[in-house]
């Protein structure tokens, strides 16, 4: 018996390391099943929560324009954690067990999420950054070696581009606005960036999943590598838009060929992640209400669905 | 929760006319009607569908991968289905 269990590991492990993707039915080992449900609905609940501090501008958006691609990216936020719930279902997970693990508080959701929107300017910041720092984490995840979620991330990844550009092209235009309108574009910035650099996750040393996850090919990158890609691509950007990076620590390092940047506060991090961030408890009471208020709809739906089924049982015995 | 969750639907869709429905992935509606409308909603919100088929999940039935070696194995020695198998004279054209 015990024989045949390292047989499968094995040959799992062969598949993996050769990159050919594992699929629902496939024997896989416990743990691999347990981060891959854990990673999969965290990455849901981020983009439903993540609905939120977006959903706040909807109807403050400064133009129909504006409120019309603002809409679409939150119905796209939508989408995506329907392709990543769904995603999680074929590892066995229950939908309603992952719901009720947001509410209880027991499963996490990136922390970015927990801090407020508080002027138009945020809005651009989120796209800009915020998704920005989001494709840089979902691109090499469209390789991760379980099939259902690579693939969810294919289509994650075609419609994320959009939104970092719509964030992009929000905070030009305030760049070349009025004076006011520019430092509403650097105080948004210098809110979002420390925050963005922490979705990356904990240094590697102190990323207690990182290293299996990087054997399994769940994860190709390590948190650090991401993050300096990251600050690498956005700070050209920033000079672009004529922005100061909140950093009196960032300097270019000709010999890495990248930019050295500032330690990041992570007491304040951790803080967040337990649950003490700024909008947390605004966060989950916000998707508490609105499960609690559409339950009605659901069960009626439901109740409509086989009274109709009945109804057509009904009258197909009486043809008979 | 207090209800019971609404069952699964697996979504296809048909890119264009002339293709084939293609599984995109999943989701939960209370009925047919309503999981093809959410599957508008899911997966087709940049036009790539001008078709849509849903099917409750339980009623897909799947070939078993633990048994792939042995349930393939009839096709994987008779390589003489392919044409590669055949030798064709280099005079010959059109073949």
């Given at each position: 018996m015990e024989e045949v269990e390292v047989n499968l590991e094995e040959q799992f492990e062969a598949k993996v390391a050769k990159d050919i993707r594992i699929e629902p039915k496939d024997w896989m080992?416990?743990?691999?099943?347990?981060?891959?449900?854990?990673?999969?609905?965290?990455?849901?609940h981020s983009e439903i929560v993540g609905m939120l501090p977006e959903g706040n501008w909807i109807?403050?958006?400064?133009?129909?324009?504006?409120?019309?691609?603002?809409?679409?990216?939150?119905?796209?936020?939508?989408?995506?954690?329907?392709?990543?719930?769904s995603a999680a279902e074929t590892l066995g997970a229950s939908r309603d067990q992952m719901i009720a693990d947001l509410h209880s508080g027991k499963a996490k959701y990136s922390s970015i999420f927990n801090y407020p929107t508080l002027s138009w300017a945020d809005i651009g910041a989120i796209g800009w950054l915020v998704d920005g720092a989001a494709i840089m984490n979902q691109v090499p995840l469209c390789?991760?070696?379980y099939g259902p979620y690579a693939r969810a991330m294919v289509r994650v990844c075609k419609e994320e581009s959009f939104h970092q550009r719509q964030g992009f092209e929000i905070m030009m235009t305030l760049c070349n606005g009025a004076p006011e309108q520019k430092k509403m574009a650097q105080e948004a910035f210098n809110r979002w960036w420390w925050p963005t650099l922490m979705m990356f996750g904990p240094k590697d040393e102190e990323s207690p999943n990182t290293e299996q996850s990087?054997?399994?090919?769940?994860?190709?990158?390590?948190?650090?590598?991401?993050?300096q890609r990251f600050v690498d691509m956005m700070v050209p950007q920033a000079e672009f838009l004529g922005l100061t990076v909140p950093d009196k620590d960032l300097k270019w390092n000709e010999a890495k060929n990248g930019y050295d940047y500032g330690q990041i506060d992570w007491d304040e991090f951790w803080s967040v992640v337990k649950g003490n961030g700024p909008c947390n408890k605004q966060r989950i009471q916000t998707r508490v209400k609105a499960d609690q208020e559409g339950a009605w709809v659901r069960e009626a739906a439901l109740a409509h669905a086989e009274k109709r089924a009945q109804r057509e049982r009904q009258k197909a015995e009486q043809a008979a | 929760m207090n209800t019971k969750e609404w069952p699964l639907w697996e979504v296809f869709i048909r890119s264009k006319q002339g293709l084939?429905?293609?599984?995109?992935?999943?989701?939960?509606?209370?009925?047919?009607?309503?999981?093809?409308?959410?599957?508008?909603?899911?997966?087709?919100?940049?036009?790539e569908g001008i078709s849509i088929w849903v099917v409750e999940s339980k009623h897909i039935h799947a070939s078993n991968p633990d048994d792939a070696t042995a349930f393939y194995e009839p096709a994987n020695d008779k390589v003489y289905r392919h044409p590669t198998f055949y030798e064709v004279p280099a005079e010959i054209k059109n073949m």
């Open positions: 080992p416990d743990a691999y099943r347990k981060t891959l449900i854990r990673q999969i609905s965290q990455h849901a109807t403050r958006a400064p133009s129909l324009k504006r409120k019309a691609i603002l809409l679409a990216k939150v119905q796209d936020e939508a989408g995506h954690g329907l392709y990543l719930y390789r991760t070696s990087m054997r399994w090919r769940i994860k190709r990158f390590t948190n650090d590598e991401l993050r | 084939d429905h293609k599984h995109v992935g999943s989701l939960h509606a209370a009925d047919a009607e309503m999981a093809v409308q959410n599957a508008r909603d899911v997966y087709t919100r940049r036009m």
